[in-house]
T-cell receptor, first 114, second 114 residues
Framework: GENVEQHPSTLSVQEGDSAVIKCTYSDSASNYFPWYKQELGKGPQLIIDIRSNVGEKKDQRIAVTLNKTAKHFSLHITETQPEDSAVYFCAASKNSGGYQKVTFGIGTKLQVIP | DAGVIQSPRHEVTEMGQEVTLRCKPISGHDSLFWYRQTMMRGLELLIYFNNNVPIDDSGMPEDRFSAKMPNASFSTLKIQPSEPRDSAVYFC????????????FGSGTRLTVV
């Protein structure tokens, strides 16, 4: 089955600096890669996603890059703010038996220090 | 839309008791998922419904767990009898379809079995 590895597990950055979270996946059939942000006491929230036919996608201060050859994808947050502090999950999704099967990474706890 | 609604938010029960968690997905979403989140194992898929039919229940831990989706707007996850190792946060999520769609998660139910 699919295996998604995510690192680092924790990340501390100064406010205004950039943060990068990296994930690797094992199954080349994976074709959709969403990222979720989970704030304390809440459920994960989809913040950005990328399809396998796209190399990069941006949405204001966040961007995701995908390297299909290396099976790597990354989340980039620029100009970090205290409200970016949360746990971030990457995921890889592929069609399996007619439905999209999603495998999550273990999560990265991001702390933005004011 | 009010999003995915889960109840209760918190549940404390004694070992051996029956626990029922409830979920109302987003109207129009045809896929519903139950996940369990723990520090040790991260997000684990328990069961997936498509158009109210269970498609993948391979993640259901054992016979003590059961899930139903009697209609498109309601699902339950039942644990009987409950054990301390079932203590976790249980999330319900819904998705608009089988394409490139992310999940919308509920706020979760924090279950503590003492």
């Amino acid at each position: 089955g699919e295996n998604v590895e995510q690192h680092p597990s924790t990340l501390s950055v100064q406010e205004g600096d950039s943060a990068v979270i990296k994930c690797t996946y094992s199954d080349s059939a994976s074709n959709y890669f969403p990222w979720y942000k989970q704030e304390l006491g809440k459920g994960p929230q989809l913040i950005i996603d990328i399809r396998s036919n796209v190399g990069e996608k941006k949405d204001q201060r966040i961007a995701v890059t995908l390297n299909k050859t290396a099976k790597h994808f990354s989340l980039h947050i620029t100009e970090t703010q205290p409200e970016d502090s949360a746990v971030y999950f990457c995921a890889a999704s592929k069609n399996s038996g007619g439905y999209q099967k999603v495998t999550f990474g273990i999560g990265t706890k991001l702390q933005v220090i004011p | 839309d009010a999003g995915v609604i889960q109840s209760p938010r918190h549940e404390v029960t004694e070992m051996g008791q029956e626990v029922t968690l409830r979920c109302k997905p987003i109207s129009g979403h045809d896929s519903l998922f139950w996940y369990r989140q723990t520090m040790m194992r991260g997000l684990e898929l328990l069961i997936y419904f498509n158009n109210n039919v269970p498609i993948d229940d391979s993640g259901m831990p054992e016979d003590r767990f059961s899930a139903k989706m009697p209609n498109a707007s309601f699902s339950t996850l039942k644990i009987q009898p409950s054990e301390p190792r079932d203590s976790a946060v249980y999330f319900c999520a819904s998705r608009a379809g089988e394409g490139y769609y992310g999940y919308t998660f509920g706020s979760g139910t924090r279950l503590t079995v003492v």
